[in-house]
């Protein structure tokens, strides 16, 4: 939902369809355990019924932060607006900092986080966690935002969401195998 690109949901994924949750058992090795590297670590065996009741609203919440903030009127650039003197899209390392060329070769990262531009004082920065423990990170510079609000949070409910607040470059902790969505505000230009 957070691609420029049109979202491509298929139904069945979230009811396990009959292979536990993986879309694709041509890809699991019966000669490995089931928790081998080569099986997903484990991942397409797990338990998607207690997730089956927050998932429609998951997906529905999403919907509703692609609707109300990301009006793709053009493709992304990352090219500087010298209006703004932000990128309409730009990537970040856990230190809060832009992504340099070196660190996209870093196979070890479990992590990726961007920024999108939604309007003139609004942005979205989405953090994605796909280790195993927990992710300190640090929220990008107030150039991005005077302000950051957890707007979504895949690691709680979504009726059981409040939003946090946050400052720039303020620490933040995002759970294991997870996504947080923040909304950035500034009230200069």
Same mark, same amino acid.
């Given at each position: 939902?957070?691609?420029?690109?049109?979202?491509?949901?298929?139904?069945?994924?979230?009811?396990?369809?009959?292979?536990?949750?993986?879309?694709?058992?041509?890809?699991?090795?019966?000669?490995?355990?089931? $928790?081998?590297? +080569?099986?997903?670590?484990?991942? !397409?065996?797990?338990?998607?019924?207690?997730?089956?009741?927050?998932? =429609? /609203? *998951?997906?529905?919440?999403?919907?509703?932060?692609?609707?109300?903030?990301?009006?793709?009127?053009?493709?992304?650039?990352?090219?500087?607006?010298?209006?703004?003197?932000?990128?309409?899209?730009?990537?970040?390392?856990? $230190?809060?900092? +832009?992504?340099?060329?070196?660190? !996209?070769?870093?196979?070890?990262?479990?992590?990726?986080?961007?920024? =999108? /531009? *939604?309007?003139?004082?609004?942005?979205?920065?989405?953090?994605?966690?796909?280790?195993?423990?927990?992710?300190?990170?640090?929220?990008?510079?107030?150039?991005?935002?005077?302000?950051?609000?957890?707007?979504?949070?895949?690691?709680?409910?979504?009726?059981?969401?409040?939003?946090?607040?946050?400052?720039?470059?303020?620490?933040?902790?995002?759970?294991?195998?997870?996504?947080?969505?923040?909304?950035?505000?500034?009230?200069?230009?």
């Amino acid at each position: 939902f957070l691609s420029a690109g049109v979202p491509m949901l298929r139904m069945g994924d979230e009811l396990s369809l009959s292979q536990a949750g993986s879309n694709n058992a041509y890809s699991l090795d019966p000669t490995k355990p089931w $928790d081998a590297p +080569e099986n997903f670590y484990g991942g !397409w065996a797990l338990d998607w019924s207690a997730s089956r009741g927050d998932l =429609f /609203d *998951a997906v529905a919440a999403l919907a509703a932060l692609r609707a109300k903030y990301l009006l793709f009127n053009d493709f992304f650039t990352g090219a500087v607006d010298h209006a703004t003197n932000r990128k309409d899209l730009a990537w970040f390392n856990q $230190d809060g900092m +832009e992504m340099s060329s070196q660190t !996209w070769q870093d196979g070890s990262l479990r992590h990726l986080a961007l920024y =999108f /531009d *939604a309007s003139h004082r609004q942005g979205l920065y989405a953090i994605l966690n796909s280790g195993f423990d927990s992710l300190s990170a640090t929220l990008p510079h107030r150039t991005w935002g005077d302000s950051f609000r957890k707007i979504y949070d895949s690691a709680i409910e979504v009726g059981e969401l409040h939003p946090q607040l946050a400052t720039a470059s303020e620490q933040i902790e995002v759970a294991a195998h997870t996504l947080q969505i923040w909304l950035a505000n500034r009230t200069r230009s």
